[in-house]
């Protein structure tokens, strides 16, 4: 068992009971999970198996009908509303299917929001935005709103938002949905890269193959059900080529 200073995400025993007048319905029932620190992790499974609900419950933006979560060791489940969104501003990083950039401002404004709201100064704010802007191949497309920039381009400028105020975690929900797969394979590189360089924790959530091949650990769920929980094949692949030249 990994040890809890090294784990970026714990969920024990998770349940979610939705209600549709008199009817129940389980979303999640009795998950567990750890996630150490630096992992690059895929929520795969069929429509209504639980991915969106998981990532959703383990980000704080909705709460577990029973169970316990923590982030860095902070019980997410405990907290107050104005704790979680203290918490998610400081620990977390959101990509999203639809970019969910702001239209009226430019790239570096958008990457610059959140540092925004965390009261950085807006020296630091701009040095920090162009120094990820250029990391992630936009150098030159600052000022340009969403509008002025392809698909691909706008959802590296979420990812630049996403990582730019150092979280702990990023969660992304099907991240390369409105993607062409060449765009969607340069998203997974950036991202991949990001994961060694940053050490950050990337959680997704997808239908896409492309993803899961590029995803170091697959959890697989079916009906709210964890179904498996492995490391890639092709992971397993390199560790084991890794151990035969020891």
Partial sequence: MTNM?????????????????????PALVDVSLDIPK?????????????????LNILSGLDTPTH?????DGQRVDKMSKADLADMRLSKIGFVFQAYNLIPVL??????????????????????KARAII?????????NRRPGDLSGGQQQRVAVARAIV???????A?????????HTAESLMELL????????????????????????????????????????????????????SKL
Wanted: overall charge negative; hydrophobic content about 30%; some cysteine.
């Fill in 5 to 25: 200073e090294q784990l970026t995400v714990t969920g024990r025993h998770l349940n979610k009971t939705y209600q549709q007048g008199q009817v129940s319905i």
């Fill in 38 to 54: 630096g992992d690059f992790v895929c929520l795969s499974g069929p429509s209504g198996s639980g991915k969106t609900t998981l």
């Fill in 67 to 71: 169970g316990e979560i923590e982030i």
């Fill in 106 to 127: 430019s790239a570096q404004e958008n990457v610059e929001f959140v540092m925004q709201l965390q009261g950085v100064s807006s020296a630091e704010r701009a040095k």
């Fill in 134 to 142: 250029k990391e992630v191949g936009l150098e030159g497309l600052e």
């Fill in 165 to 171: 105020s150092e979280p702990s975690l990023i969660l």
């Fill in 173 to 181: 929900d099907e991240p390369t949905a409105n993607l062409d797969s």
């Fill in 192 to 243: 991949r890269t990001m994961n060694e360089e940053h050490g950050v924790t990337f959680l997704f959530s997808t239908h896409d193959k492309l993803v899961m091949d590029y995803s170091k650990r697959l959890i697989k769920l079916h009906d709210g059900r964890i179904e498996s929980d492995n490391l890639n094949s092709d992971q397993l692949s390199v560790i084991s080529d890794q151990a």
